[in-house]
Structures are given as structure tokens and as C-alpha cells.
């Protein structure tokens, strides 16, 4: 369980400046929109939905949006008809990328994805290019708040966690997709505070890009600043030395 991978930082660095753009709650109300079509909006029976709607509340997202999002994807509010498409690409220094977009044109998100990824040094990659290198995995965000790594590592195991990795002030534990709401419950139930629950794309290696560490970042930020992109995924880390010079805001 030792070492980490420096995405997660930067996610959460990253994180932070997105949710002061107001990007947060737009993703997040996709995601319940299409958990609950998908599922039906019954929480108790529907995990994603669970799980976005607690990722919802921990944004501190007020409760009518929440249940308005839900109402859409249930079909009982009419809204617009998206749908999940992942793209395969390459950045800087061959990084890969994982882009998972949710959107109501597709012909409109893969021009723009591939613009954005011509113009700013990446390209499109072919349908299952980069997808090897990633494993789909339940995350848990919380914060150390001066608990025993030792102690806490321990206990996150007996809950149901895979593993469990330390970045900054960060505890970031991994589970089984279909745990997550489980073990993120179970936290919650033994007095912990979840910061973030959410499915993530995990990388089997990583590549160093400090020699290319502005450049990336710019890429991601403008592949992020799409509107139709929801999450996206890449197998890179960035030394602290860098990474305390970029500005990530």
C-alpha cells in the first residue's frame, strides 16, 4: 500500500478549481440524471444513484436540485436525452487518456474532443488503444486530520477497502466497483466524514511528465473545459518540485 500516483494530487488540486467554476454541480447532476434512468430513482435499490447522490450531498448540493436531477432521469421532468460515450486518446510524452463524456450529440462531443486534442499536442486514439491500462475502481476521499495512517489503514481493510493510498492530506481508499457504497456507508457509520465517493479509472502504470508538465496540464484543462466531457482519466505523474509551479487555478 506504499507509494501513490501524483494524478491524484493534481485531480484534487484540479478539483478545487473546477468546483470554484461551477463545473462541479453540473457533472454531478448528469450523473444522478442518468443513474436514474438507468436504475429508476429509488435509492435503496439503485447503488450508482446512491452513490451520486452522496457524492450530490457532499458537494453540498441543495436538496431540490438533487431531487429535480433524479425527476429528469425517471423521466417525470422532461429534460434532455444524454448518453455515456468514452474516448481513447493520447497526450504528451504518449500519456494516455480516458475521456468519459455525457452528452445529447455525439457527432458535436468527438469534434470537439478532437479539436481540443489536435490544437493543444494530443491526438484520438482508436477504441481500446489505452483502455488496457486502466481498472475501474471504487474511490473514498478523507481527509487525515491527524489519524494513524497504521491505524486507519488497518481499519479501512476490515470495511471492505482494497487498498488504501496516502497523497497530501488525503486518504484515497480503493474498493471493488459494486463495494463502494457499501464501504463508503460503513466509514460514514463509524463517525468519518466522506469528502468524495465516486467510480474512477485506476492506471497499471505511469509515466513521469515533468519535462512536459505544463503542456499536459493545459491539454487536460481544456479537454476538462468541454462541455459534454464528465470525467477524465490519465496515466501520469509530476514530480513535487513541478508541480509546486504550476498553477493550477
Not at 451520486?52 to 453540498?60: E, L, W
Not at 417525470?76 to 452528452?103: D, K, M
Request: contains cysteine; charged residues 30%.
Amino acid at each position: 500500500m506504499s507509494g501513490h500516483n501524483k494524478w491524484s494530487s493534481i485531480k484534487h488540486k484540479k478539483g478545487a478549481a473546477d468546483a470554484k467554476r461551477g463545473k462541479i454541480f453540473t457533472r454531478i447532476v448528469k450523473e444522478i440524471i442518468l443513474a436514474a434512468r438507468d436504475g429508476g430513482g429509488d435509492l435503496s435499490s439503485n447503488p450508482r444513484l446512491r452513490t451520486a447522490v452522496q457524492t450530490a450531498k457532499g458537494a453540498n448540493m441543495p436538496k431540490d436540485n438533487i431531487e429535480k436531477a433524479i425527476k429528469r432521469g425517471t423521466g417525470e421532468i422532461e429534460g434532455a436525452a444524454y448518453e455515456e460515450v468514452t474516448y481513447e486518446g493520447y497526450g504528451h510524452n504518449g500519456v494516455a487518456l480516458i475521456i468519459e463524456v455525457t452528452t445529447d450529440n455525439k457527432n458535436r462531443s468527438v469534434a470537439e474532443i478532437r479539436h481540443c486534442l489536435s490544437k493543444y499536442g494530443g491526438n484520438l486514439a482508436e477504441s481500446g488503444a489505452v483502455a488496457w491500462n486502466f481498472e475501474r475502481k471504487g474511490s473514498i476521499e478523507i481527509k487525515i486530520e491527524g489519524k494513524n495512517e497504521d491505524d486507519f489503514m488497518m481499519q479501512a481493510l476490515d470495511f471492505g477497502a482494497d487498498d488504501i493510498k496516502v497523497v497530501d492530506d488525503i486518504f484515497y481508499v480503493y474498493t471493488a466497483p459494486t463495494d463502494l457504497y457499501k464501504v463508503s456507508s460503513t466509514f460514514e457509520e463509524n463517525g468519518y466524514t466522506i469528502e468524495k465517493a465516486e467510480l474512477t479509472m485506476l492506471p497499471k502504470n505511469i509515466i513521469n511528465a515533468d519535462d512536459v508538465a505544463e503542456k499536459l496540464i493545459k491539454l487536460i484543462d481544456k479537454l476538462e473545459d468541454l462541455d459534454d466531457v464528465q470525467n477524465l482519466y490519465a496515466n501520469f505523474e509530476i514530480s513535487d518540485d513541478v508541480m509546486n509551479k504550476i498553477n493550477l487555478d
